[in-house]
């Protein structure tokens, strides 16, 4: 039988493991339009409220809300509301030229 403790520190562990996951998501992410900006608002809101449930040890509701962010990220990406922000080392390989670029990432692979 697992014990209760047990269980508690698991749902500290993956909550914390899932807000993670969110947060590194969502900085590589930018609105396309003002229905996106209004979904990164409320994606903000999860991610604050589950630090915010995790400090007061409310792991099921922390865990849900860390869910919750993760899930709009992804449908706001599916929906066309959302998109990744442009890396910049594309943003420097585009001032490169399309072939010098591919040089430099096949030599970078080697």
Not at 11 to 35: F, G, M, P, V
Not at 86 to 108: D, V, Y
């Amino acid at each position: 039988m697992i014990k209760e403790s047990k269980i508690i520190e698991e749902l500290r562990k993956e909550t914390k493991k899932q807000l993670a996951r969110a947060e590194k998501k969502r900085k590589s992410i930018k609105a396309k339009n003002k229905k996106g900006e209004d979904m990164l608002k409320n994606i903000d809101a999860y991610i604050a409220d589950c630090k915010h449930f995790l400090k007061e040890n409310m792991l099921i509701e922390a865990f849900e809300a860390a869910v919750w962010a993760w899930a709009w990220l992804e449908i706001g990406e599916q929906l066309g509301l959302l998109s990744q922000k442009t890396k910049g080392i594309m943003e420097f390989a585009g001032k490169l030229g399309k072939e010098k670029a591919k040089k430099i990432i096949e030599r970078s692979r080697e």
